[in-house]
């Protein structure tokens, strides 16, 4: 977020926040800030690297119309088909004991599902009760006579006031399109309420973009470790999932997508892990391989440092696709014994 104060007060209150930290001997890190405040931070000694993107929709002329939602759309109208309802429960009736219990038994099973011995990552997501749980909105959806899935959104203020899409629980044999017909219900009506935005929320690992950090200095082995992480670490966190969920969303002009940077500062007097909002984010397209039509990252020779490695004219092979490729550089070279006849 950065500093929380007028404009022309940000510096001022980072600086002294700083210096603080310093006294004390601490670090300092920032998560998720938007683009001004990350180039606020460079010009106190941060460095900047963008770790995933953040998602939000402009909710004003927003609608479901058009080619691009047809699927969406056909998700939505299934759940109707099957019979499912959504209604908003209101914060009082949240603690009523069916109602509690129900959505107890939505939570049970979605961990579950999870795997065994699965513990929930509580500092992670979002939840249901808490301090700020009556300033939330609870949606729930039924079919056959009991609750089968929810959604809960929580405020948002300052310049792109509205509402974040916060947590998601369904039972795993919920009709195909429940999570869908609660978002479409709730967007709905949060538009009917004249809300400016609705907030997706932040996925770590996507849609990283070499030119989001070039307004200040950036750590290279950080930018390696998230773009290796995002080319192969789904099963550490399942970011294409949310990705894809969230991108469906899209209204036409593709008014959703917005880079998150980390940044950090000098060992032992300051650090910031920070994700800089850009605003209404226009995804560039992305170059296609001239020989395989793949987009780089999807090629078969990436390499997330962004070199590619020359194929060995004997193999025909990129290096770590050799027989003989060793991760620390080096490669051994068999050792040829003849035998008595003088034949290796």
């Known amino acids: 977020m950065g500093p929380c104060a007028p404009p022309a007060d940000r510096e001022r209150l980072l600086a ?3 210096d603080e930290a310093g006294r004390a001997g601490r670090r300092v890190t920032a998560v998720q800030l938007d683009r001004t405040a990350a180039e606020l931070h460079t010009r106190h000694g941060f460095t900047v690297n963008q770790f995933g993107a953040s998602f939000s929709i402009a909710l004003d002329g927003y609608g479901l119309g058009g080619q691009r939602m047809v699927k969406v759309r056909n998700m939505v109208n ?15 009736e949240r603690h009523v004991p069916d109602t509690a219990r129900a959505l107890d038994a939505i939570d049970r099973a979605w961990l579950r599902g999870k795997g065994r011995h699965v513990k929930e990552l509580d500092f992670l997501i979002g939840e249901r009760d808490g301090p700020g749980a009556p300033h939330r909105r609870l949606f729930t959806a039924r079919h056959d006579g009991r609750t089968v ?11 792109r006031a509205g509402w974040l899409y916060d947590l998601t629980r369904r039972l795993p044999d919920a009709p195909p399109g429940t999570v869908e017909l609660i978002f479409a219900t709730a967007l709905r009506l949060f538009q009917e309420e004249s809300c400016g935005w609705l907030h997706l929320g932040f996925t770590p690992f996507v849609q990283l973009r070499l030119d989001a950090c070039a307004f200040g200095p950036t750590s290279g082995a950080l930018r390696r470790a998230v773009e290796l992480i995002a080319a192969k670490g789904q099963a550490i966190y399942p970011a294409a999932t949310q990705e894809s969920f969230k991108l469906k969303w899209r209204p036409p002009g593709d ?15 300051r650090l910031a892990a920070d994700a800089p909002d850009t605003g209404r ?3 560039a397209p992305r170059p296609l391989c ?14 997330p440092s962004g070199i590619r490695p020359t194929a060995r004219p004997a193999s025909g092979l990129p290096p770590d696709r050799h027989p003989t490729f060793h991760p620390f550089g080096t490669t051994s070279r068999p050792t040829l014994h003849r035998t008595p006849g003088g034949t290796p």
């Open 149 to 159: 899935a929810y959604v809960s959104y929580s405020p948002v203020f300052g310049e």
């Open 255 to 269: 008014r959703t997508g917005v880079p998150r940077l980390p940044a950090r500062g000098q060992p032992g007097r």
């Open 281 to 283: 984010l226009n995804p």
């Open 78 to 92: 299934r759940a109707r088909r099957e019979g499912v309802t959504v209604t908003e429960v209101p914060s009082g």
């Open 290 to 303: 001239p020989a395989s039509g793949l987009p780089p990252d999807r090629h078969p020779t990436f390499h």
């Open 16 to 18: 002294a926040l700083l």
